[in-house]
């Protein structure tokens, strides 16, 4: 194990518990320092290998395992105790959040639809952003009370209506390098891992979510999306007008991946829903700056920017409507 003391994953820490954590997660902040402080975690970090050192997934992989530390002394003995074992979850597993709030814009978009569609989804972890149409939505207004379990996804809409139902899916399939099944106990502990401590109502929707899929898990191929998408494109049901969504999954693939997946939905014609950070599938609107309150998703339609979007799904903020000219695909 290699314990440089400015190694470049104290800084990532450091920077992980200061423009990530903050504000977010007060227990994530806390234990983000703290690992950072420590040369016995950083040292532990450091020897992992490259890419799999992250500050959320050690922390994750620290909470799939030991559970949560009480503060800073808890989480070197956790480490020094367990370590091992935090180890081999850090190398096997990655950081595949699942977010069925990134359903808001999907059920908004698909609204406008007659249905039925197919739906493909890049980069689909275990497939619960597949099931726009099984969940209920609860869309306020800015200022209106949203109860958190008013609906398995509630959502503050800025600059549109409530849109109306989700048409008809009428096929559904994703791609993922490392399908999730959230059947199984080992997976499903996971993904709830995933969640951050606090963000209690995000672990609660996707409990709900998983239990309303329960009867018709999700087909998640496992390949990559780069090859794959082409593929999936051709095989579905002829004649079904079809979406292509990706939420959070472009952003980790290499930019000759991302052309790969924009080059075959622009070629079939479908209708491509992204929800990236900005640059990622589609350029950020220049002339309507994200909300202040945090970091924002641009999602798109084609490649073209159509609102911010909360990544967690809590909001979406539209854009005054403008012709799709000078699409970022
Ligand atoms: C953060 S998760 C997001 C999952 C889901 N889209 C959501 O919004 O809840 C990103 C997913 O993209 C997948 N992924 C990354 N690169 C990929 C590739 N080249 N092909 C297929 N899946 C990929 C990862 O395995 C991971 O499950």
Not at 41 to 54: D, H, I, L, W
Not at 119 to 140: Q, R
Not at 261 to 280: C, D, F, K, M
Request: glycine share 8%.
């Amino acid at each position: 194990m290699s314990d440089p003391p400015d190694h470049p994953v104290r800084a990532h820490f450091r920077a992980f518990a200061r423009e990530q954590a903050r504000g977010k997660s007060d227990l994530y902040e806390g234990l983000a320092e703290a690992a950072a402080a420590s040369d016995a975690v950083m040292a532990f970090v450091a020897g992992q290998p490259p890419g799999k050192r992250q500050a959320n997934l050690f922390l994750a992989a620290l909470r799939f395992v030991s559970g949560l530390p009480d503060g800073a002394a808890g989480l070197e003995r956790a480490v020094a105790r367990d370590g091992d074992r935090i180890a081999q979850v850090m190398r096997t597993r990655s950081t595949q959040t699942n977010e069925p709030g990134r359903c808001a814009y999907l059920a908004a978009q698909l609204a406008a639809l007659p249905g039925p569609v197919g739906l493909i989804e890049v980069g689909a972890s275990a497939g619960l952003c597949l099931y726009p149409d099984l969940y209920s939505y609860a869309f306020s207004s800015p200022g209106e009370a949203a109860d958190p379990g008013a609906a398995d996804v509630v959502c503050t809409l800025t600059g549109r209506t409530r849109p109306g139902p989700v048409p008809e899916i009428a096929h559904r399939v994703g791609v993922d390098l490392n399908p999730l099944d959230a059947r199984t106990p080992a997976d499903r502990a996971w993904l709830e891992t995933l969640i951050w401590p606090e963000q209690t109502h995000r672990l609660a929707r996707l409990r709900r979510c998983i239990e309303r899929v329960a009867d018709q898990p999700p087909a998640v191929i496992r390949g990559d999306a780069a090859y794959l998408t082409a593929a999936l494109i051709r095989e579905a049901p002829k004649g079904l007008p079809l979406v292509v969504a990706n939420a959070a999954a472009l952003v980790y693939m290499p930019d000759a991946a991302r052309r790969a997946v924009a080059t075959a939905i622009r070629e079939s014609g479908a209708l491509w829903l992204s929800q990236e950070a900005p640059g990622v599938a589609a350029s950020a609107p220049p002339d309507a700056p994200a909300p202040a309150d945090g970091l924002f998703f641009v999602a798109a339609q084609n490649g073209v920017a159509k609102a911010w979007a909360n990544p967690h799904g809590d909001s979406l903020h539209w854009l005054p409507a403008r012709p799709d000219a000078g699409a970022a695909r």
